[in-house]
Structure formats: C-alpha cells, structure tokens
T-cell receptor
Framework: QKEVEQNSGPLSVPEGAIASLNCTYSDRGSQSFFWYRQYSGKSPELIMF????GDKEDGRFTAQLNKASQYVSLLIRDSQPSDSATYLCAADISSGSARQLTFGSGTQLTVLP | GAGVSQSPSNKVTEKGKDVELRCDPISGHTALYWYRQSLGQGLEFLIYFQGNSAPDKSGLPSDRFSAERTGGSVSTLTIQRTQQEDSAVYLC????????????FGSGTRLTVV
C-alpha cells in the first residue's frame, strides 16, 4: 500500500489556466507536507511546504491542506509552459526509528501554449 | 558548500563490478538521505543519516548496498556486484535537521549497469 498517492496524469492544461494537483497520504500523524517540481532529467526542487490546515499562497502557487481528509493539493494559477514538469508530493511518514519524507510517484503536468 | 554536491554525475559500469557514489551535503546540514529513482518512477528511499545516530537502513534493497557517512558530512553509497536492475539515478539530499524543513537534493548520479 502506497503511503502517499498522486494521480500520475499526465495532466494537460492550456496556458493561463489553473492547474490542480492532488495528493492523499495514509499516516494521520503526518505534520509536514511538501511539493517538489522535477523537470525532465533534473533533480527535485522544493517549491512549497505547508504544515497547517488551510491555504498557503506563494506567488502563483497555492498549497492546500486538509488533515481531516488527509489531502494535500497544489494549485498553479496562470499556468505557463515553463511550469511543465513532474510534481512530487511528500509527507513526513513514520519509518523505522524516525519520521522522514515519503514521496508520491508524481503527476506529470504539461502546459500547452 | 552552496548546494548538495554529488559525484560522479554519470557512471557506466559492467555487471558484477562495485561502484561508489559520493555525496557532499550542504554545510551544517545534519541529516542526509539517499534515494533512488528508476526511469519514469518515483523516489525510493534507501538510507538516512542523522548526526551521529545509527543510520536508518530500512530502505536498502539488498545486502549489496551499503553506505557510510564520515565525520557527519560526506557520505558514500557503495553497491557491490552491480546488477542491471541497479541502473537508476541515485539522489542524495540533505536537511538542516528535522524533516519539517524539507530536503535539498543534489543533481544525482546516473548509474548504468551494462
């Protein structure tokens, strides 16, 4: 059973639209949630983190967290072709003797010009 | 250093040979992680070092894999008797401490076993 689930996509949106990326997690003890962007052939890059229920905005990006539903989302407003990448959701999951980030398998986003 | 540094960036090795992959974390980061990413796949956790504590090796796929971290800084991931299924990108990440800070990833080592 995967501990962090994402729709694998691919997700295509036209330029200027809102892209919505979703993620669920299994560990009710998770406190920290992250969104990473990974361009093809590159390593993951942290773009957003959220710890509290509700919305957190940073520029064109909004992260949303609902701990009761164990659900995290990322909204990208005014999507640009440069946003085309794979987006990885991560949550801190109890593993072995410590908590560490567990990653979803990623959602591939394509923004069409 | 300014970022997480990994070397080599690419490694081609023959099946059965041993390989060593190196990671130099961000200065002052106490936590260091190794992940593996196969083509088109997600990130697979391998091993975690936190300060001077015993490492969490729960993700190592077999006893051919081992890792060490010297002086709480540089880490080396060793794969013995490489197999074709070991071909992947090996990513190292570091963090200032608790997972709440998120991880900073290095650029990875692309390992190809032929």
């Amino acid at each position: 059973q995967k501990e962090v689930e994402q729709n694998s996509g691919p997700l295509s949106v036209p330029e200027g639209a809102i892209a919505s990326l979703n993620c669920t997690y299994s560990d009710r003890g998770s406190q920290s949630f992250f969104w990473y962007r990974q361009y093809s052939g590159k390593s993951p890059e942290l773009i957003m983190f959220i710890y509290s229920n509700g919305d957190k905005e940073d520029g064109r990006f909004t992260a949303q967290l609902n701990k009761a539903s164990q659900y995290v989302s990322l909204l990208i407003r005014d999507s640009q072709p440069s946003d085309s990448a794979t987006y990885l959701c991560a949550a801190d999951i109890s593993s072995g003797s410590a908590r560490q980030l567990t990653f979803g398998s990623g959602t591939q986003l394509t923004v069409l010009p | 250093g300014a970022g997480v540094s990994q070397s080599p960036s690419n490694k081609v090795t023959e099946k059965g040979k041993d390989v060593e992959l190196r990671c130099d974390p961000i200065s002052g980061h106490t936590a260091l992680y190794w992940y593996r990413q196969s083509l088109g796949q997600g990130l697979e956790f391998l091993i975690y070092f936190q300060g001077n504590s015993a490492p969490d090796k729960s993700g190592l796929p077999s006893d051919r894999f081992s890792a060490e971290r010297t002086g709480g800084s540089v880490s080396t991931l060793t794969i013995q008797r490489t197999q074709q299924e070991d071909s992947a990108v090996y990513l190292c990440a570091s963090s200032p401490g608790p997972v709440n800070y998120g991880y900073t990833f290095g650029s990875g080592t692309r390992l190809t076993v032929v």
